[in-house]
């Protein structure tokens, strides 16, 4: 019994919350979530990158291949989305089935502490 209230706690209100979804709303919400983010940091790196070498970046700015630099990091942004999208699903996929797991062994030992105190009165 004790237990039970342990993982009311603690772990449940995790898995709670994670039941609440269906998988693929939930492992595409924190895909969408991983997009944003990375969508963010990629800009962050890329302004970065200009603003620590800005003198040459200006210095080239019109010798350089704007299609070309932009198809690189293009490619740069594909890759780092895909890496972290292919991350994010496969973390959040062991999360969730953990999480439902987790709750099926919750409720069965309530339907054992239900039948345990059905059988006393």
Do not use: P
Not at 18 to 33: E, K, N, T
Not at 50 to 57: A, Q, V
Not at 81 to 105: D, G, M, N, Q
């Amino acid at each position: 019994m004790t237990h039970l209230q342990c993982y009311e706690n603690k772990e449940g209100r995790d898995s709670g919350k994670i039941a609440d979804y269906f998988r693929g709303d939930y492992i595409g919400r924190q895909m969408l979530l991983t997009l944003i983010t990375t969508t963010i940091a990629v800009v962050m790196i890329a302004v970065a990158y200009i603003l620590y070498d800005f003198e040459n970046f200006m210095k080239t700015i019109y010798q350089v291949d704007l299609v070309s630099f932009a198809k690189h990091w293009a490619v740069v942004y594909l890759i780092f989305v895909s890496i972290a999208c292919i991350i994010t699903y496969i973390i959040y996929a062991i999360r969730y089935s953990k999480a439902k797991k987790s709750l099926r062994r919750y409720y069965n030992t309530l339907r054992k502490l239900t039948k345990m105190y059905g059988e006393e009165s």
